[in-house]
T-cell receptor, first 113, second 114 residues
Framework: QQQVKQSPQSLIVQKGGISIINCAYENTAFDYFPWYQQFPGKGPALLIAIRPDVSEKKEGRFTISFNKSAKQFSLHIMDSQPGDSATYFCAASFGGGSEKLVFGKGTKLTVNP | DGGITQSPKYLFRKEGQNVTLSCEQNLNHDAMYWYRQDPGQGLRLIYYSQIVNDFQKGDIAEGYSVSREKKESFPLTVTSAQKNPTAFYLC?????????????FGPGTRLLVL
């Protein structure tokens, strides 16, 4: 019920390609869905986040697509660049504060030049 | 310069020893969190605190202890009861307010067992 399942575990994309990372959840009480980007040896940083009242949110080359009925959300990275190579985590939380932020297990993205 | 600082960057623990990881924030956030990160496991919540002098166990609190005597500080002690402490430890903070859930993370402390 509290899990967020993330796939794929690793992803290799050519420069200029589209990177797609998927997450699925069970608990319909989740109402906040952030994506974090983490470079090796660093702490994660918020990339983009969405709430269930919208189906898509775009910030630059990064887009979250949200499918409430399927309980799935995904991150699309357009025109992927070598500098995007990092580990990406989806997460979900609910209820008034963010103490229930539940993370997926991460996707290691490699963008080849 | 606002942010979260963690120290030390690397920490070595001997068998049977307690060690304390430091976390300080100057973002004036009410809530602070400790996560453990293992390869392929994502981030798992150890403890969190919404206000000074109050804290709650997360999913993997056994073998850890915390204190929250000041708003800015949330140290984590890894006790000798934690049998597998080798991991990357991340501290985070956030406002405790719906609509402002973003958690901001520190640079992490890597704990290794000698």
């Amino acid at each position: 019920q509290q899990q967020v399942k993330q796939s794929p575990q690793s992803l290799i994309v050519q420069k200029g390609g589209i990177s797609i990372i998927n997450c699925a959840y069970e608990n319909t009480a989740f109402d906040y869905f952030p994506w974090y980007q983490q470079f090796p040896g660093k702490g994660p940083a918020l990339l983009i986040a969405i709430r269930p009242d919208v189906s898509e949110k775009k910030e630059g080359r990064f887009t979250i697509s949200f499918n409430k009925s399927a309980k799935q959300f995904s991150l699309h990275i357009m025109d992927s660049q070598p500098g995007d190579s990092a580990t990406y985590f989806c997460a979900a939380s609910f209820g008034g504060g963010s103490e229930k932020l539940v993370f997926g297990k991460g996707t290691k993205l490699t963008v080849n030049p | 310069d606002g942010g979260i600082t963690q120290s030390p960057k690397y920490l070595f623990r001997k068998e049977g020893q307690n060690v304390t990881l430091s976390c300080e924030q100057n973002l004036n956030h009410d809530a602070m969190y400790w996560y453990r990160q293992d390869p392929g496991q994502g981030l798992r919540l150890i403890y969190y605190s919404q206000i000074v002098n109050d804290f709650q166990k997360g999913d993997i609190a056994e073998g850890y202890s915390v204190s929250r005597e000041k708003k800015e500080s949330f140290p984590l002690t890894v006790t000798s009861a934690q049998k597998n402490p080798t991991a990357f430890y991340l501290c985070a903070s956030s406002p405790w307010e719906r609509g402002r859930e973003t958690q901001y993370f520190g640079p992490g402390t890597r704990l290794l067992v000698l």
